[in-house]
């Protein structure tokens, strides 16, 4: 994959899983600059501000509250930061919720790496991308077909693992129970409740249930 130097791109990539931005950087990694990688919110954030890439190669579920965060937390100090989402899902309400925090496109972990570099090109000038499957979603979604307005921000950011224990707690399961149905540790669920807790400002599983209860999704 050759490249002019003038034509090569600062980007950051933001993924939880070292062995894929491994394969990303592989990929890519001769026709953009890769200037900084991170595996959770918090880190993403710190990096981006530190290096202000052109692109962030962002994905949607992250350790800490999700890709939509950093790019919300990102574009409050810096708005000429651009995020390309990629990532395995193509859930709607991932879409949306990304997409509305600020992300300039979305494609998912199917992409070539041909195409993730002309995706990079695109968004650093100023395009939308989009995988073929979802553009047809997000144009139905901003239409009226779909309501951006039904997809939670504050769900938004819970991390896929959080809105598991979530539904499970919320349906009166005890934590050990939970631990049981999703093979990790009490202390683990003890740990994402508080999370959860504290993201959506609650105080006991008590609101919490009735958060959930109010939102259908138990």
Do not use: C
Not at 171 to 184: D, N, Q
């Amino acid at each position: 994959m050759s490249t002019s130097p003038d034509s090569r791109r600062r980007i950051v990539l933001v993924d939880d899983h070292a062995m894929f931005r491994t394969g990303v950087r592989t990929e890519i990694g001769a026709a953009v600059d890769i200037v900084g990688e991170a595996g959770d919110v918090d880190q993403a954030v710190k990096v981006i501000l530190e290096t202000k890439p052109e692109v962030v190669l962002l994905d949607v579920h992250l350790p800490g509250g999700g890709g939509a965060e950093v790019a919300r937390r990102v574009l409050a100090t810096e708005p000429d930061v651009r995020f390309l989402a990629l990532s395995v899902s193509d859930a709607p309400e991932d879409v949306i919720g990304v997409i509305r925090a600020g992300a300039r496109g979305y494609v998912t972990k199917t992409i070539t790496g041909e195409e993730i570099v002309d995706g990079v090109r695109r968004i650093a000038d100023g395009d939308a991308v989009f995988s073929p499957r979802l553009a047809g979603f997000v144009l139905d979604a901003f239409a009226g077909a779909v309501d951006p307005g039904s997809i939670d921000e504050e769900l938004d950011r819970l991390t896929q693992r959080e809105r598991e224990v979530l539904r499970l707690i919320a349906r009166g399961y005890a934590y050990k129970e939970v631990a049981k149905e999703l093979f990790i540790s009490v202390k683990t669920v003890e740990t994402h409740v508080s999370s959860v807790l504290r993201k959506l400002q609650l105080s006991n599983r008590y609101e919490l249930t009735r958060w959930a209860t109010d939102r259908r999704l138990v």
